[in-house]
């Protein structure tokens, strides 16, 4: 790495099908909104000759801006690849959003590449949420570099950020996270600020000047070999600490130099095992210019660092009915095992899957399996069907170049899967298969809507499935206990582009109204009630009269009924009629317009007539029972009551503990969780949380995150239920 010279390749630079999987690259840019991410794709891009030097795609002798092809508010908020041919190797360029809320798309990102680049910027550091996704990449192996951008910026300090990366990302070994090469600044401007205009490579001892727009190979001064010494040492030694020979360290401590290929290979092989975290740093190219900072040593480590898709174990693999399969890793020749990453409506060509192959090779036309995990928490059904493969395509923007097929290791996006969803996987039609899931973040803001016209409510239902199709991190909701459809999002503006998508995408207006918890009613004590339903209008009258006895139960008992009538002053035929009326009224509540749950009521005496007794008549009366009892009672307002778990660094813990407080919860224990991170459990009323979501991520400034599980309903307190009972149930 660093030692080859590249030539720009021209409009060769977009990539085609790949024929074999060594020379596929699949990496994913992680990093916070701000960080430079699609900058940087787009002078990858650049450089790889995928675009033109005005920032344009060259297809077929039309000529389009790059911008345009994908606006940046839509990319800023999903997952998009931009392939480019590099040296013989084919190299997907997955960008992922930096918002907290589109974890999802970052997530899907993951599943698809095989290695991470983790884009911080110099002026701004690293945040919480990134430090958090490298833990991610740290739990399955996932090799890493990082890339430090904004260099431009009057207060970047390059020496500086390597040292906060190393703090971030190298745990108990800070030495696993060093720089490739330090930059190179030319003269001081008039405000003091000397602009970087090269790289100064630590293993070849080269120097790479881009002041020209062009990168050029020279040797280095004395001053920057005296420069680059110390660095140099410190990374070698990183190097061969990480390497499979033991000796190496005890020779180089001895005095022996150990000659660059040999540490290029041990270097290439710590990044792809991902042990070692090499920094590079990396500005977009000037106007003009055709080669952007830092991008040629980006790419060379790309296609030399880091792993091919073979080196990369397939996911657990079953058939639908949950037999385990083994599988052999990226066979292009293998049972076809691809699984849609990515989910897009497209207005001319209809739903556009984005796919990785695992293994065989996808073609054009053909018929696939399609299985689906279903996630019916989230309005997903189980899905198994046979469809039919539309065009292959490998996707720049909005533009798509058709690909004859697609091997094992590779992307593509297929159109007109009509059926498949976010996750789902393709297999052979007479071989199904279902991969293992990737874990999706569970959506806690809750989006209640309504349909804002006749015209949109027809619409509204096909609105929502497609919506969900394409989002496996939004949930919805129909609300049985409150009657309300309900969106569950990952945050504000995750909530926002749903809607927006809802309104542009598929012309369907809703209207967001306030969210209902679904409260409950109870007896606080003993209570007896007497209905009398006695009507007599000339003809065949109306008699039932029963007498009831109501009594609280524990919580989560529901409604019990019992019979304790004596010498049959209740007819047989009409007790289970008491308890239809019984049960309807407590249905619609009998205080504040809300169930009633757990209590039980006896049926213990009662008058029937011989001719005017009926069904209907005793289920009125059942009614009036319980609410005369209820009118001399006191009755419970209660609330639902989540239990809370929040995983929240050690410096917010106060500050959240107190949070819940605020918000009438009972916090009931902390653990340490490793990592200088504790886990809070409480228990809070849900009416308190339902901008959690949204409060904690400013309360710890993107670094927590929290689960919610329904615990009980119990009492609320009195002002509060006052208040709330002196609004309609519905309202």
């Not at 190299?91 to 974890?103: E, K, R």
């Not at 490793?674 to 409480?682: C, K, N, P, Q, Y």
Request: some cysteine; aromatic content about 4%.
């Amino acid at each position: 790495m660093g030692d080859k010279a590249h030539a720009h390749p021209g409009a060769a630079g977009r990539a085609t099908a790949a024929d074999h999987p060594a020379s596929v690259r699949n990496v994913v840019l992680v990093g916070h909104s701000g960080s430079g991410k699609t900058t940087l794709v787009e002078a990858l891009a650049l450089t790889a000759g995928a675009v033109n030097r005005a920032g344009r795609v060259e297809d077929g002798g039309t000529v389009s801006d790059y911008d345009e092809i994908e606006h940046r508010q839509q990319r800023s908020v999903q997952l998009s690849l931009v392939p480019v041919d590099w040296d013989g190797y084919k190299i997907n360029i997955l960008d992922t959003p930096g918002y907290a809320d589109f974890v999802g798309e970052l997530r899907a990102g993951l599943r698809a590449a095989d290695a991470a680049l983790f884009v911080v910027s110099a002026s701004d550091g690293v945040d919480g949420s990134t430090r958090m996704v490298w833990e991610e990449c740290a739990a399955v192996g996932m090799p890493r570099a990082i890339v430090v951008t904004h260099l431009e910026s009057a207060r970047a300090d390059f020496e500086e950020m390597t040292r906060i990366c190393a703090e971030a990302f190298g745990g108990d070994d800070p030495d696993a996270v060093l720089p490739l090469y330090l930059p190179l600044r030319g003269p001081e401007a008039p405000d003091g600020h000397a602009p970087v205009t090269g790289l100064i490579g630590l293993l070849t001892q080269r120097l790479f000047d881009y002041a020209s727009g062009e990168r050029k190979e020279a040797e280095p001064g004395p001053e920057q070999r005296q420069l680059i010494e110390d660095a140099r040492n410190r990374l070698i030694e990183g190097i061969i600490a990480e390497s499979e020979d033991e000796t190496l360290m005890d020779r180089y401590l001895g005095g022996e130099e150990i000659d660059l290929k040999t540490l290029v290979q041990d270097l290439e092989r710590a990044v792809a095992h991902g042990t070692f975290f090499p920094v590079l740093a990396a500005a977009p190219a000037a106007e003009g210019a055709r080669q952007g900072l830092g991008t040629v040593e980006l790419l060379e480590l790309v296609t030399g660092g880091f792993p091919t898709p073979l080196e990369r174990p397939a996911p657990s693999v079953t058939t639908p009915d949950g037999t385990a399969r083994a599988v052999e890793a990226c066979d292009p020749d293998g049972p076809l095992l691809a699984e849609v990453v990515k989910t897009a409506s497209d207005p001319y060509v209809g739903r556009v899957s984005l796919v990785r192959v695992f293994s065989g090779t996808l073609r054009p036309d053909a018929t696939v399996h399609v299985s689906g995990h279903g996630l019916t928490d989230r309005g997903h059904e189980d899905h198994d069907v046979d469809e039919r493969i539309g065009t292959l395509s490998a996707p720049f923007g909005k533009q798509q170049r058709a690909l004859t097929h697609c091997i094992a290791g590779d992307l593509a996006s297929v159109a007109k899967l009509n059926r498949a969803e976010t996750g789902d996987t393709l297999s052979a039609k007479d071989d199904p298969l279902l991969m293992e899931p990737w874990r999706m973040p569970d959506p806690l803001l809750p989006l209640a809507i309504e349909a804002h016209s006749k015209a949109d409510e027809d619409k509204l239902s096909q609105g929502l499935g497609r919506l969900v199709a394409e989002d496996p991190t939004m949930r919805l909701e129909q609300n049985p206990a409150t009657h309300q459809v309900v969106l569950w999002c990952l945050g504000e503006a995750h909530a926002d582009v749903a809607l927006e998508r809802l309104r542009n995408r598929y012309g369907v207006q809703v209207d967001v109204v306030p969210h209902k918890v679904s409260l409950r009613e109870t007896f606080a004590g003993t209570s007896s009630g007497r209905g009398r339903h006695v009507k007599q209008s000339g003809g065949h009258g109306q008699f039932a009269i029963c007498e009831i006895e109501v009594e609280p139960l524990p919580n989560g008992s529901g409604i019990e009924f019992v019979d304790k009538v004596i010498g049959g002053a209740v007819p047989r035929q009409f007790i289970p009629s008491v308890e239809k009326g019984v049960r309807a009224q407590a249905a619609k509540g009998v205080a504040a317009g809300y169930p009633l749950i757990d209590v039980r009521v006896t049926l213990r005496d009662g008058k029937a007539h011989s001719v005017d007794s009926s069904d209907a008549a005793f289920q009125t009366a059942g009614a009036l029972a319980l609410r005369e009892a209820a009118a001399d009672a006191r009755i419970h307002l209660l609330e639902p009551v989540a239990e809370v778990s929040v995983l929240v660094g050690d410096d917010y813990v106060g500050a959240v503990m107190s949070d819940l407080s605020g918000r009438r919860g009972r916090v009931v224990g902390t653990e340490q969780a490793g990592g200088g991170r504790t886990l809070v459990r409480a228990e809070v009323p849900e009416i308190e949380i339902g901008r959690y979501a949204v409060d904690l991520r400013s309360i710890s400034h993107g670094t927590a995150r929290f689960d919610r599980h329904y615990a009980r309903h119990e009492p609320m307190p009195q002002q509060i239920a006052e208040r709330i009972r002196e609004r309609p149930a519905d309202s």
